[in-house]
């Protein structure tokens, strides 16, 4: 099945592209690919556009799908000319989407979302299992659980970082049947400028194989 990741790229409210990583949808992981693209982006003036979108999520290793590619060159001819076509791609391998349809697909997918908003400067990361506002709901969710004494004792020893915004991320897509399917998605808001606190505050805890953080008083359980 995997552990599905989808990266977007957007421009305030506008999603300019997105990508679809079958493999990556753990906490570690898709704080390193955001990573990837923020130190790119972080301290330069750049042009908002589908362009620069598609180069940031080709970075990370991501291609154009066959039908982005195809689409590309009968409606948008001058991205098609930029970015050499790659040829057919697996559904197992990282997939760049430029088109509504296409977006949303993969939207639908996903089990973590993270956002990287060009226009505000920040990261919506919503690549955590779950989202507790206090330590109580915490203990009451995992009373059944087998490893219950480890993840308690580290979300009471857990150290704050408190330079982010609590952010919840709702996707509405349609499934196969043609109905609704929401989805919600709980983490924070980064802006670039502090992306770089964050992401060692997070490499702290994964060195202590800690299964808790504690974001701006929220508990949040990370996807190992």
């Not at 409210?13 to 704080?31: C, E, Q, R, V």
């Not at 990282?94 to 973590?112: D, P, Q, R, T, W």
């Not at 480890?150 to 043609?178: K, L, Q």
Request: charged share 30%.
């Amino acid at each position: 099945m995997g552990q599905r990741l989808v990266i977007q790229i957007s421009n305030d409210d506008k999603i300019l592209a997105n990508a679809y990583y079958h493999w990556d949808g753990f906490t570690k992981n898709s704080l390193d690919l955001a990573k990837k693209i923020i130190d790119q982006i972080k301290d330069v003036h750049y042009k908002i556009n589908q362009e620069l979108a598609i180069s940031l999520l080709k970075d990370t290793g991501a291609e154009l799908t066959q039908e982005s590619q195809e689409l590309l060159k009968l409606y948008k001819k001058n991205l098609y000319e930029i970015f050499e076509p790659y040829g057919e791609v697996s559904r197992n391998e990282e997939l760049i989407e430029v088109f509504e349809n296409g977006i949303k697909n993969s939207e639908y997918y996903a089990e973590a979302i993270v956002n990287i908003d060009l226009a505000q400067r920040d990261v919506q990361f919503c690549a955590f299992f779950n989202g507790f506002l206090n330590i109580e709901r915490l203990k009451e969710y995992y009373d059944d659980y087998s490893q219950k004494e480890t993840i308690i004792s580290d979300a009471e020893n857990v150290p704050e970082f408190d330079i982010c915004y609590r952010y919840d991320h709702t996707v509405i897509t349609r499934n196969r049947n043609g109905t609704n399917w929401i989805s919600d998605y709980s983490g924070v808001k980064v802006e670039f400028q502090d992306f770089d606190k964050f992401y060692d505050y997070m490499y702290d805890l994964f060195k202590k194989d800690s299964y808790i953080a504690k974001l701006n008083g929220v508990y949040f359980s990370l996807i190992a």
